[in-house]
């Protein structure tokens, strides 16, 4: 039986930059190319879906404190 999707909840702050970092080193170890910042933003959106499922959807413009819009060019 799969552990994901994981109830939802607004207050989660797992899902952080700092997991999407984590995320985007361990893809360059690998060899994979570096992200740009559309990269990182489907990351995050990726990573949500399948963190949480659909209750995860992200709106398509997201909010301006969100951390998809703060997120450096890379």
Do not use: K, W
């Given at each position: ?18 997991l ?8 360059l ?13 489907t ?32």
């Amino acid at each position: 039986m799969p552990t994901y999707p994981l109830p939802y909840y607004e207050g989660d702050q797992r899902l952080s930059f700092a997991l999407l970092v984590d995320v985007r080193t361990a893809v360059l170890r690998h060899g994979f190319p570096e992200l740009t910042r559309v990269d990182m933003e489907t990351l995050y959106v990726s990573l949500r879906l399948f963190l949480y499922g659909e209750m995860g959807r992200v709106p398509l413009d997201p909010p301006v404190n969100s951390p998809t819009t703060q997120l450096p060019i890379c």
